[in-house]
């Protein structure tokens, strides 16, 4: 009898049934073994990074497997808006995708394309060869696909936060993700994310997004400005990464036990 496979709830099915703000953490490392105690941690979410990592196709395919165990939800940034690459993550099993860098509605258009198999999108057709169906072990997965993966695109630039209202009513785009770190950056204040223009973006984003019925999500280390923005409306927030918390804490380390070593002041993500 064969056996017949469901998959996860996906990112989408989550912030639906969520009654308070999920919170997670990055995994940047490319190393399974902090994929998996990340995992086990308790946390919501986590986003594993394909964009400013040394992780590729085959690690990501290791750190989804190390992470499935555990309930934790796992989503996977690509590195660009690209068809290809967008396919090719998603056969090898990433169930939630973040693409960033989104900056207009077509280019939202263009990610949710991307995500979906014909006629709904572009997508290539593999799926009895992939882990994203289990190799045909999910029933129906070809027509299935679009409501059990999730995307989320990300507004990480002063363009973005003008079109954020257009671009998170794109019909396919289940969430929004806003990167302090680049939109800092697009505004001139670069490597100032608590900057009070920066912040106020921020919060006009959140705002914006909110007003269209989508969730809006935001990425911040600095524990009062996450919570600032959780309380601004914020329905998920990124507070850590697996190299930040290692870093940190060997700092603290270093800074108890070895005479002249203080601790130093960093930019948040």
């Known amino acids: 009898m064969p056996l017949h496979l469901e998959p996860a709830p996906s990112f989408r099915d989550r ?22 105690i990340v995992a086990g941690s308790g946390l ?14 085959e690690s990501m395919l290791s750190l989804l497997q190390a992470v499935a165990p555990y309930p934790i939800t796992p989503v996977v940034r690509v590195a660009n808006n690209d068809p290809v690459l967008i396919k090719q993550t998603l056969d090898l099993g990433a169930q939630n995708l973040l693409v960033p860098m989104v900056n207009t509605a077509d280019e939202a258009l263009a990610a949710v394309a991307a995500t979906r198999y014909p006629p709904r ?8 060869l992939a882990r ?16 059990i993966t999730s995307l989320t695109v990300q507004i990480e630039t002063d363009a973005a936060v ?3 209202g257009a ?4 019909d396919g785009v289940d969430a929004v993700f806003i990167g302090p770190s680049d939109l800092a950056a697009s505004m001139g204040l670069l490597g100032q994310q608590e900057h009070p223009d920066v912040i106020a973006a921020v919060e006009q984003t959140i705002a914006t997004v909110r007003e269209t019925g989508k969730p809006v999500g ?11 923005y959780l309380d601004a409306g914020a329905s998920f927030a990124l507070v850590a990464a697996d190299v930040s918390i290692l870093a940190r804490a060997t700092e603290k380390l270093a800074a108890e036990w070895i005479a002249g070593v203080g601790s130093t002041e960093h930019a948040s993500y």
């Open 132 to 147: 994203a169906a289990q190799f045909n072990r999910i029933e129906n997965y070809l027509q299935r696909a679009h409501e």
């Open 44 to 57: 919501d979410w986590t986003l594993i990074d394909g964009e400013h990592s040394p992780i590729g196709l």
């Open 162 to 164: 003008r079109n954020a």
């Open 218 to 228: 935001v990425n911040a280390f600095t524990p009062a400005t996450a919570r600032r």
């Open 121 to 128: 999108g572009v997508r290539g057709v593999g799926s009895a």
């Open 167 to 170: 671009i998170a009513e794109v």
């Open 15 to 36: 912030l639906t049934a969520a009654d308070r703000p999920l919170v997670g953490a990055w995994i940047c490392s490319g190393s399974p073994i902090a994929a998996e």
